[in-house]
């Protein structure tokens, strides 16, 4: 759950208020961070991405959407897909019944998610999309 509460801080710390931005960094693909809408039960879904162009088109490398959670102790971000489109992937953790309710969660994929999410952040930070250098367009206030 630390990792969780981790992802939430980083997030929003990225969207610095705003509900999509774009984060450029010399030498780097730019990030996109943005809010995307809530989930069938009402919780904030944050997409995390760098996009590639491939014959005109934007392409996802990679894309990771986090679920918010309102804990007791705070906010906790967990990332439950994941798409890379170079590599023709999408991946859920959960998946829901016609009501949109939970019927079943891959635990491989949700441990996966959660060691990625974590080693990207510390990877972001080493690029500089967290420093007061990193150019950040506001996209969406």
């Known amino acids: 759950m630390e990792t969780y509460r981790e992802c939430a801080k980083f997030l929003n ?7 999509a931005v774009r984060i450029t960094v010399p030498g780097y693909m730019p ?3 943005e809010e995307i ?6 919780q904030r879904l944050v997409s995390l991405c760098h996009y590639g162009e491939q014959n005109g088109d934007l392409m996802r490398d990679p894309d990771i959407v986090f679920l918010f959670h309102n804990l007791p102790d705070g906010l906790a971000a967990e990332p439950v897909s994941f798409r890379n489109d170079y590599l023709g992937i ?11 309710r939970r019927t079943h969660v891959v635990v491989s994929l949700k441990q996966d998610l959660e060691e990625f999410a974590r080693d990207w952040f510390a ?5 500089g999309f967290f420093s007061a250098t990193a150019v950040r367009e506001i996209l969406v206030s």
């Not at 710390?13 to 509900?19: G, I, M, T, V």
């Not at 809408?37 to 009402?42: A, E, I, K, T």
């Not at 999408?90 to 949109?100: I, K």
């Open 13 to 19: 710390e990225l969207l610095a208020d705003a509900r």
């Open 123 to 127: 990877t972001l930070r080493d690029q």
């Open 37 to 42: 809408g809530s989930s069938g039960d009402g």
């Open 31 to 33: 990030l996109s961070v």
């Open 90 to 100: 999408v991946q859920n953790v959960y998946r829901y019944d016609e009501a949109g």
